[in-house]
């Protein structure tokens, strides 16, 4: 077989398996992808040494002959010191100028790691957000992407060269330059994936990828290989702090494939995709999260007739205050209890609203909890498998911890306990559903 | 008479005023100028207190009614500080990225002082090098400006906007960002006063303007109100480190009235401007320079034949080193001595280059001196004023000071004299022309 035959079998069987799973490519062929955009976030480009590093990383990748785009975050804590420069000046910064100053702070880490790259003989171009296309509407510091313009990062790609792209940020139609709020340098590289039809959107972070359940709690605890977009979302939800929820549901939306995984190990990392690609491998329940950040209210004795809910949670929703779980008692004597949660830091606020409601209601009265917390269950496997939520009440049960109120989605189930008694009840999930052994698949008993 | 009418009046006035000079607009009329273009450097931004300061200054005038346009240099030590950081990354980074890295520096200090202008209670906005439409070639970190497309800024400005503008950078026509080099934001400055017509362009510096002599070496110095273009590029290049060659020429080319004042007192300042404006108040000398950068090269017993300074100067041409005066002596049994000066730090490679061109002329030999220093006297009064050579000489041998090597242009008078007599020969000539006395006019006896 000549070289080229070879080249040409080589990249038809890869082609192959590229639709298939990228994991899996064999590595003794050089597997390699089309076009692959990664991001790499503040705490891997905190300094000069670590930005080599992170060259060092990606002249690897490239070496195997694939394409790439990189994403950067703001150097370290360059972005919270810009913030405190702007607080010196000004107690309440025109969000336009914020804009204009926060925006510095991606360009110095393209430029740097630009340099990097050509340093170790790599070609290598910085572009910012107005370089790159990368178009915005005008809510400046939570801007919304409208589209990515990728005639120019095609042309240097095109060329052969390696494209640093500012994260985080965009521009308007009149070139202001806008940012787009919490976790915004993901939602750069995944948007650049999708618009750039990539194969595969790598997001490198301090953690190793999505565990069954935080490692600082459950020891046991497994990374994940794979998980679909609907449980990445439904564990962001409930707790899971590794990708924002806006960058995912994007992915989603797009079908960005994301493999999540640290800049500071070789560990393989998780691979967030559809459904479709991880296929019968799925699992029942991919993770057991937390959240301590709720509180709960309660609304004793509201005169059970209709438009009531309405007018307590139309009043929240005024005030701009989120709910999360809601549960309505069944109704006694004509009146009925209403329990919610909402963020912690809403708790005063949210007092205050309902005074007045339940005034005009004529409820009982209102208590609060702030000493609470909520374990979930999240796995696609739930859907097809009957019996998890009896199985973990069960396991609480056995632990004698107690549930206030229950949640269900088709993919989660959530119980709100104590706060005291949180660790405990992950670990038990955790350990009821054996967790930390590999490959229990769907069908299997547990 | 009606307000209207009155105003009318007064807009008339002012502009047959604003024809002849800004500095004598009578303040009862509350005398204000149509456009100001106002640059501050670094060490006026160096920190969130005086970028609070300057935001004060700004407004102060834009309180009279004053269009304003402010260029800013990035704040204090940043632009060091980053080019530190570029060589943490790379012995030679590449210009593209360094240009790129740099500019980031200006638009932290524009956003700021946007922002202290809005805390004020001032409509600003800030507006980088590409919403400014400052275009350049691609020559990156030292780009020539090519156009400035002012419609953003027009716009800004009709809506009663202070437009803060980042200095030292411009756009390539593919939108990459390039830097002006070594004092580009006066640069900046002074092409956008020309571009927007503006009726003048304030620098605002850490002297208080251009003075008769160094006030650290002559403490009477005085401080000139006015100065012409062509005066100020003679001293610029003789010695005074106030504005740089290139913006002075620019200033010339495009008739741009520059105000050099100091951004930490409320002196007057010194005028940049046309002879016609200065007029019969020119002084027969304006100032006294020195310089100490250069070092002294002679070549003995050069054969005296046509191409031989050719030979000389343009090995030395080639090799990139700028040669400043030029003497050669009157011939003698066929050979003569060449003597010249070139900056300091040239002086290795002027030697090496020199040995050669010695060897394959026969020459002599070279002798070095780099204990050498430069004075001069500037002024546009000596075209019409003959003598003054002469003074400056008498006063010179009055103090001893032997003179090596003297040159003239119809406005200056340079001699080269031993470094450690330098200060006394500034003194001596400062006195000898009274320069530290206001008042002297052309045609008066000095």
Redesign the interface.
Known sequence: MTQQAFNFFKQSLQGLLIGLKVDKIPSYLGGTLGLIVQKFGGTSVAN?SR??QVARKVASVFDSGTKLVVVVSALGDTTDR?IE??H????S??P???D??L??GE??S???L???L??LGYPA??L?A??AGIKTDNVHTKAKLLEIDTE?INRELKEGKIVVITGFQGVTDA???TTLGRGGSDLTAIALAAALKADLCEIYTDVEGVFTADPRIVPQARLLKKISYEEMLEMAATGARVMQTRAVEYARNFKVRILVKSSFSESGGTLITGEEEIGVERPIISGVTFDVSEAKLTIREVPDRPGVAAKIFGALAQAQINVDMIIQNISQAGTTDISFTVERTDLRRAEAVLKEVCLELGAKGIEVDSEIAKVSLVGAGMRTHPGVAAQMFKALADQNINIEMISTSTIKISCVIKASEVNKAVQALHRAFNLALEDIKEGEEV
Chains 1, 2 share one sequence.
């Open positions: 000069a930005i080599k810009l420069m702007a010196q000046i000004s107690s910064p025109s336009r100028e914020l204009m100053l925006a510095t360009q110095v393209a430029a740097l630009s340099m990097a050509q340093t171009i910085s910012n107005l370089q120019r070139d202001d330059i």
